[in-house]
């Protein structure tokens, strides 16, 4: 993955992931959702990375389209019911990119809580290249 430390990190070139967030077509500027449930994040994309948890090699990538999918949520673009599939796509990604499993536990429940908090879309800020 190529990023661009600003923001805390922003997307130099496109990532996607294949979910089993089905039904829903979303379009926006950075991000977008297929009905077929393919996630593609677009260059420029800015994220906090693991929000609640120090960011290492094995969280990066599932916090990218972690944070996404809250976004999505967050701006009414998908409904809250997605969110039991954002958080089991969050939790897939880090064990797909080797976190050790006593870590992967501990940093799925800090970070998978602190949504929940109501953190809201405006703090995540896209930046412009």
Request: some cysteine; aromatic content about 14%.
């Amino acid at each position: 993955m190529k990023y661009i430390k600003g923001f805390k990190y922003q997307l130099a070139e496109a990532e996607s992931y294949q979910t089993s967030i089905l039904g829903y077509e979303v379009e926006d500027t950075y991000y977008s959702l297929s009905s077929s449930g393919f996630l593609l994040a677009k260059p420029g994309f800015a994220w906090d990375g693991a929000t609640g948890s120090i960011d290492t090699r094995t969280n990066r990538r599932g916090s990218l389209f972690h944070d996404i999918g809250c976004l999505m949520v967050a701006k009414g673009q998908l409904p809250t019911s997605c969110l039991p599939k954002i958080n089991a796509l969050f939790y897939e990604i880090l064990k797909l990119d080797n976190m050790h499993p006593w870590r992967l536990w501990w940093h799925f429940k800090a970070v998978t809580a602190h949504f929940a908090k109501g953190k809201k879309p405006s703090r995540r800020e896209v930046l412009v290249d």
